[in-house]
């Protein structure tokens, strides 16, 4: 009969029937010179003094004590079995692909020492595309790979949702018998508990009511996702009773098929005694361009903003807020401007960046988006109205705007109208469709390289579209052929092993041999360039033949 045991204390070293406190002291006091050294701490009494026999023999006695420690235990009841492991419906993973996880898990990438990454591809680097093409094709996990899959899941929270899919309801089960998985129970839906049917009226109640806090987000996540209106009406049911931090991350829920028809519901939360919460709801609601909330915020930002028909040429003036009056923080302005900041500037980007774009055409004359941006704007404001445009873009979702924003890729200054950061430019870009949205970087990277694309190239689609790859392949080769420095492109290489399409492999043969090195090159530039471009091909085929093999 299986039987779980139960220590007791185990025995002095000096003889076998030792019992009590003196065999729990016998084991610390070896644990003590261990941990000190044998020439710091006298040994104990039954070793040897000080000197080249007492370490061995300390190991000795440790090893003698262990065996006592494990042979001192008394038998117990049996501990109840755990429920079998779930079945996973899903088809198994073809021979070559359950081959190819195996060393992808293994993560013994080739690179040598010196930090040089050598020509093999980094394995590890490339379980993220393998498992998204996995779950593509809802393939179940082999058993044997779960406990090497949670561990690295474990150490790269990266990896976690496309991992904790494709192990299936294995992952879950296992999380449950080893506190090292316990991640997976937290980022699975209600801690891996399952979800009530949305027609389920009676259970998603009382799920609602009674259960935990994660299991609630889920839940409402879920309802959102299908029944929007519904959703909202069971968040409303309980609102005034929610902790303020939990009507938060209930609140952020409502993104999600956001309607005219949660108006009322946020609008009521403005007055909530959170001030997150206020300022959540007034995102939202600056979210809906038709609410009354974007209607108030656009009288406040066009008395602050007009254009000057007096001069030689129309120019942008603004008049920033003189105060933030209650009814403005009431709509979610904050009132005090971080350190550094202007308040009468702070207060402007927040009314800007909420109003509704549309209105600005009105506003200033009907123009166009391009022909707004392309106004000059007096007194040194283009910047905080720019930037407040391009927030207003991004929360929006508005393309045209975006478009203006970015102006041409090939724009004399890469900072282009209005955007004048790489991280704005890159929230704008993930406006627009992702064909348009490579074609912009393409004509980025061909006019101003490589060195400020890298955060640009992170918002498009993946595989690179053609003209994109194509664009990023020669400007690698014109900075080698340059004598650059190759290291400063290792950012953009490793992009280009997991993103360029494996297609480009074979036009990539050229670039393999070692250039000749200009006079005013780095020092063995050339042989690093060969070795990336190599480590390139290697990897885009490796890339292929992934694909290949989780082919049905």
């Not at 203006?404 to 209005?418: D, T, Y």
């Amino acid at each position: 009969m299986n039987r779980t045991a139960t220590p007791v204390d185990p025995p002095a070293p000096g003889g076998p029937t030792g019992h009590g406190h003196a065999g729990a002291t016998a084991w610390e006091d070896l644990v003590t010179t261990a941990l000190l050294g044998t020439d710091r701490r006298p040994p104990p009494v039954s070793l040897p003094a000080p000197g080249r026999e007492a370490p061995a023999a300390l190991l000795d006695a440790a090893a003698a004590e262990t065996v006592r420690r494990r042979a001192g235990l008394r038998p117990a009841r049996a501990a109840a079995r755990p429920d079998p492991a779930p079945e996973d419906p899903r088809p198994p993973l073809p021979a070559a692909a359950a081959r190819r996880l195996a060393l992808l898990l293994a993560d013994r990438p080739g690179a040598s020492g010196g930090g040089r990454r050598g020509t093999a591809p980094d394995l590890m680097e490339l379980l993220p595309q393998w498992l998204a093409l996995a779950n593509s094709h809802h393939y179940a996990a082999p058993p044997e790979t779960l406990p090497v899959l949670l561990d690295a899941a474990r150490g790269r929270t990266d990896l976690r949702p496309a991992a904790l899919t494709f192990a299936g309801p294995r992952a879950l089960w296992l999380a449950r018998l080893n506190p090292d998985w316990r991640f997976a129970l937290r980022a699975a839906p209600g801690g891996g508990t399952a979800l009530p049917h949305a027609d389920d009226t009676e259970q998603v109640r009382r799920l609602w009511e009674e259960g935990l806090f994660a299991e609630r987000v889920a839940l409402l996540t879920a309802l959102r996702a299908q029944e929007p209106t519904r959703a909202r009406e069971l968040l409303a049911s309980t609102w005034s009773t929610e902790r303020a931090e939990d009507r938060l991350m209930f609140l952020d829920s409502l993104r999600t098929r956001l309607t005219g028809e949660d108006e009322p519901f946020l609008e009521r939360a403005l007055a909530d005694r959170s001030r997150n919460v206020r300022a959540t709801a007034a995102e939202l609601l600056s979210a809906l361009p038709g609410s009354a909330l974007a209607a108030r915020m656009a009288v406040r930002a066009g008395a602050c903003v007009a254009v000057d028909h007096t001069r030689d040429a129309p120019v942008i003036t603004v008049e920033a807020p003189h105060e933030c009056d209650a009814s403005m923080e009431r709509d979610g302005v904050l009132a005090k401007a971080p350190a550094g900041r202007g308040e009468r500037s702070w207060w402007l980007g927040q009314l800007v960046e909420a109003t509704p774009l549309t209105a600005w055409q009105a506003r200033l004359g009907g123009r166009t988006p391009r022909e707004v941006v392309a106004l000059p704007v007096a007194d040194d404001w283009q910047a905080e109205l720019h930037a407040a445009w391009c927030r207003a873009a991004v929360r929006q979702r508005d393309a045209d705007w975006a478009r203006a924003l970015l102006g041409s890729p090939s724009a004399p200054e890469a900072g282009g109208p209005g955007a004048v950061s790489l991280a704005e430019r890159a929230k704008l870009l993930d406006t627009l469709g992702g064909e348009e949205r490579a074609e912009w970087v393409a004509g980025f990277i061909a006019a101003h390289g490589l060195s400020e694309a890298f955060q640009l190239l992170g918002v498009c689609a993946v595989p690179w579209s053609g003209p994109l790859g194509r664009a990023v392949v020669d400007a690698l080769n014109i900075a080698r052929d340059a004598g650059s420095y190759p290291w400063s492109f290792s950012g953009v290489m490793g992009l280009a092993e997991r993103c360029l399409d494996p297609l480009e492999a074979n036009r990539l043969d050229g670039l393999l041999a070692v250039p000749e090195e200009p006079e005013n090159a780095s020092p063995g530039a050339g042989g690093y360039w060969a070795e990336a471009f190599q480590r390139l091909v290697t990897t885009l085929r490796l890339r292929a033949s992934m694909a290949e093999e989780l082919s049905p």
